[in-house]
């Protein structure tokens, strides 16, 4: 369940026009230094009651802090909240977006409603993070 949620977030999100690489948490691709990217993982799972499960789901933006010849901070900054002000919108209010559609059916399985529980910044390892937290509900 894990594994296939991943794989239709990333589907979800390259079918809403993400414009950068979107990986899976178990992808074995080799991500270089220099490139800019999102990581959809599924993290904890719990089944509550009959054949409903809940996920927890994080979509990760990751940039370089200097990704460009200039190597400036700023631009690359400014990249990471570009991306940001795109994904916010769909993700804070997926219900009016395509993941449903798309979720049921790259999964396998049925979306059952969910919620955007926040977001968390970091920089780690030279690289503007940020961590959009979902909360989902799968059949």
């Known amino acids: 369940?894990?594994?296939?949620?991943?794989?239709?977030?990333?589907?979800?999100?390259?079918?809403e026009g993400i414009a950068?690489?979107?990986?899976t948490g178990l992808s074995a691709a080799e991500v270089g230094n220099e490139v800019q990217y999102?990581?959809?993982?599924?993290?904890?799972?719990?089944h509550v009651?009959?054949?409903?499960?809940?996920?927890?789901?994080?979509?990760?933006?990751?940039?370089?802090s200097h990704m460009d010849a200039t190597n400036d901070e700023t631009v690359s900054l400014a990249a990471h909240k570009d991306i940001l002000t795109t994904l916010r919108p769909f993700v804070a209010d997926f219900e009016s977006s395509q993941l449903e559609t798309v979720?049921?059916?790259q999964s396998g399985h049925t979306l059952?409603?969910?919620?955007?529980?926040?977001?968390?910044?970091s920089v780690?390892?030279?690289?503007?993070?940020?961590?959009?937290?979902?909360?989902i509900g799968i059949r």
Not at 20 to 23: H, L, Q, S, W
């Open 112 to 121: 059952a409603g969910g919620f955007f529980q926040g977001e968390d910044e």
């Open 1 to 15: 369940m894990n594994h296939s949620s991943e794989i239709a977030f990333k589907a979800w999100l390259e079918a």
């Open 38 to 46: 999102i990581d959809c993982y599924a993290g904890d799972s719990e």
């Open 103 to 105: 979720y049921n059916a």
């Open 49 to 64: 009651v009959g054949g409903l499960n809940k996920l927890s789901m994080k979509i990760v933006l990751s940039t370089p």
């Open 124 to 135: 780690d390892e030279g690289r503007w993070i940020t961590t959009l937290n979902l909360m």
């Open 20 to 23: 950068i690489p979107v990986y």
